[in-house]
């Protein structure tokens, strides 16, 4: 049986207390990267986050830093985003396929 590795690293440098670290997180693109990273500033609590360095285009991974406020656990920051964003994206899909079901929307064909 394979060894499966993990989603989310926390990487070497962060504070005890996890109120600033940096996260990478594997298979990812920027693309998810800034739609959590506008998730986790909408929260007043985080001092700052940013998607960091990306080591090269061909590796599927980024770099998030958190920085909370009052000591706070960045990660607890990361996990409500997570589930904030999947809670956005479940809405949009939601939304999408109650508008196919009424059959309500412009058509377009493509002439040659």
């Not at 997570?82 to 929307?105: I, P």
Request: with cysteine.
């Amino acid at each position: 049986m394979a060894e499966t590795s993990p989603k989310i690293k926390i990487m070497a440098g962060a504070a005890p207390d996890l109120s600033a670290a940096t996260f990478q997180i594997f298979d990812e693109s920027h693309t998810i990267g800034n739609a959590l990273r506008w998730m986790i500033m909408k929260n007043p609590k985080v001092e700052f986050a940013d998607i960091g360095y990306v080591p090269h285009p061909s590796e599927n991974l980024i770099q998030l830093r958190i920085q909370m406020y009052d000591g706070l656990s960045s990660l607890n920051a990361l996990l409500e985003a997570l589930t904030n964003l999947d809670a956005v994206c479940e809405a949009v899909e939601n939304k999408y396929h109650a508008s196919l079901a009424t059959n309500d929307y412009e058509r377009w064909e493509e002439r040659s």
